[in-house]
């Protein structure tokens, strides 16, 4: 089945600075590639995703890249702001019917003013 | 508020107890989903369900046992757990695409559970 490494565990950067998540996936099927970020005591929020037709994909002060025959993709968070503090998953999937997303086991952002 | 509501927010039951988590989903989505979230580990799933029918089971333990009723709720009955199985539970659901579940998961909460 589908694995997910995720790196860093943890991520600690000044205001105003960039950061940078990063997963790989061994199953070259999946084709969905979301992002969730998870706020304390809330449950997982959505904030990008890309498909596998894309190699990146912006939304303010956010992107994500894919490279395919890598099978890597990565988060992008430019001009961080401390309300980006929160832990981030990267997740994949093959988009097939009763499918599920797997995901990888977080980044812990912290960012500081 | 993403329109996934579970209850209790929070449970604790000794490992002879027998409780149930309940989600429901008011966005008009077909497939729900239940993971488990424990401290430094991956988002592991558990179960789904697409148009009510179980389609995976990620080799979850018998204790656990899920049920759907509809597209808008699914229940997680516990039974004769183990400490281990503390974790926050959390549901999500998402809309079924033609081609499969490609789309965004939303998820509610979490049930936060503590097995003594």
């Known amino acids: 089945g589908e694995n997910v490494e995720q790196h860093p565990s943890t991520l600690s950067v000044q205001e105003g600075d960039s950061a940078v998540i990063k997963c790989t996936y061994s199953?070259?099927?999946?084709?969905?590639f979301p992002w969730y970020k998870q706020e304390l005591g809330k449950g997982p929020q959505l904030i990008i995703d890309?498909?596998?037709?894309?190699g990146e994909k912006k939304d303010q002060r956010i992107a994500v890249t894919l490279n395919k025959t890598a099978k890597h993709f990565s988060l992008h968070i430019t001009e961080t702001q401390p309300e980006d503090s929160a832990v981030y998953f990267c997740?994949?999937?093959?988009?097939?019917?009763?499918?599920?997303?797997?995901f990888g086991k977080g980044t812990t952002l912290s960012v500081s003013s | 508020e993403t329109g996934v509501t579970q209850t209790p927010r929070h449970l604790v039951m000794g490992m002879t107890n027998k409780k149930s988590l309940k989600c429901e989903q008011h966005?008009?989505?077909?497939?729900m989903y239940w993971y488990k979230q424990s401290a430094k580990k991956p988002l592991e799933l558990m179960f789904v369900?697409?148009?009510?029918?179980?389609?995976e089971n990620n080799s979850v333990p018998s204790r656990f046992s899920p049920e759907c009723p509809n597209s808008s709720h699914l229940f997680l009955h516990l039974h004769t757990l183990q400490p281990e199985d503390s974790a926050l539970y959390l549901c999500?659901?998402?809309?079924?695409?033609?081609?499969?579940?490609?789309?965004?998961?939303?998820f509610g909460e979490g049930s936060r559970l503590t097995v003594l």
């Open positions: 999500a659901s998402s809309q079924d695409s033609s081609g499969g579940n490609t789309g965004e998961l939303f």
């Open positions: 199953d070259s099927a999946s084709n969905y």
């Open positions: 890309i498909r596998s037709n894309v």
């Open positions: 997740a994949a999937s093959k988009g097939q019917a009763g499918t599920a997303l797997i």
């Open positions: 966005l008009g989505h077909n497939a």
């Open positions: 369900y697409n148009f009510k029918e179980q389609t």
